[in-house]
């Protein structure tokens, strides 16, 4: 059912982000192959994208717990770990619904293994580019096909044996380079790998802290194929999702938002330095340390915004956030331009063209580029009947933009928004945005 929201006179509050996507994942499949006993995982992401990790974990053999979360946190599960050649054969092909960390992290754990495993999901996911990793774990050893000349899932994994290998990588993708550490851990030698720029580096945190023999110099990383100790893990809350109040809370004219339990990794907070370079009133208050990686609470205000350049290295720290920079960069005083952003075209939908075409439908000065678009600035968001092709970030980011349009904003498909954030136009409702 579509959902239409509108400005509300304040956006004042407090909101509870949930538990982080890309940690809850990695927490799954990581303490899976440990060899050590069971793990306890908390504030575990709500979206659907972590529940299809559970349940293809599940369907390999391994025993995992799931209970209802209390007081604002996420679910609490625990996983038995089945040791790093553990894994039992599917009796079915494994689904990953839309998600693309599950896909290619999982890649790397099916790759050379003595059992068939076939991996597919949505036809978003049937979509998005896989050759990336398949080409690689191939060279390492295994045998893979897949559909359209082994690049699109299906991906049929046959085994092989994996041998180390030594990677530049052509993507700064956190999966790809997740994908090949996972595969190393089994592997008859070290996999070295060269980043062209950081991504977010939470597979190299938690399987250090799992006893892997990891180390990173600069932009390369050589990991000892090794066993994994069992790793307890309170997810941090995601950014990600953090990041659609924090451009409301700064775009609004009336706001003051207080988002609790933030993950402030660095290697993910590029939307704070590009806000705060924007010109946004955005304090991190209690900054603490949660399972190894840093949180805090994020405090921001209505502001007055200046257009940016967002290029280069902080990309790969903001991939997941343009499309609701977007929104902020469309009100902020100058132009904004984005550029070297390519890997947008093949996220959970072409986000560079699908952000620009509801952009323009509600009036704003904005044209596409290959690699990015320019934003005009200065515009005031109109209202309208919009469209979010299947994709949760653009989803929120049109609620988001509801919050602060001069006419309300139509959601047309806002149900895929659960595959990160459930409850998110709960909290639009809450504010008194939703109309009807
Ligand atoms: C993710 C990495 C990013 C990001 C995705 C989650 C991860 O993708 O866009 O939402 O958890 O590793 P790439 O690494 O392919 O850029």
Known sequence: MPVSIARPRSLRGEIIAPGDKSVSHRAIMFNALSNTGTASIKNFSP?????????????????????DG?????????????????LQEPADILDAGNSGTTTRLMSGILAGRDILTILTGDDSLKSRPMGRVIKPLSDMGAVITARDGDTLAPIVFHGGTLRGTNYEMPVASAQLKSCL?????????????TQPAESRDHTERMLSAMGVKLTKTDLEIV????????VDVEVPGDISSAAFWMVAGVCHPDAELLIKN????????????ALRIMGADLTLLDEREVAGEPVADILVRTSELKGIELSGDIVPLLIDEIPVIAVAAAIADGETVI???????????????????????AGVDVEG??????????????????????DHRLAMSLGVAGLISSDPITVLDPDV??????????????????LG
């Open 181 to 193: 550490l996972l595969a190393g851990l089994r592997a008859d030698d070290k996999t070295k790998l």
């Open 369 to 390: 580029t290959p690699d990015g678009m320019i934003l005009g600035g200065g515009n005031t968001i109109g209202g309208g009947e919009f469209q979010c092709y299947d």
């Open 417 to 434: 928004a659960g595959i990160s954030y459930p409850n998110f136009w709960e909290i639009i409702e809450d504010f008194g945005g939703m």
């Open 223 to 230: 990991l000892e194929p090794s066993e994994l100790q069992t």
């Open 70 to 86: 209390h007081a604002g946190m996420g679910d609490s599960l625990t996983v038995k770990g089945v040791g790093l050649n553990g």
């Open 339 to 361: 550029k070297d952003a390519e890997e947008l075209r093949v996220k959970e939908s072409d986000r560079i063209q699908a952000s620009v075409t509801w952009l323009k439908g």
């Open 262 to 273: 933030v993950g402030i990794n660095p290697t993910r907070a590029g939307i704070v330095t």
């Open 47 to 67: 979206g659907a994208d972590c529940t299809s990790t559970v349940e293809i974990m599940r369907s390999l053999g391994v025993e995992i717990t799931r209970e």
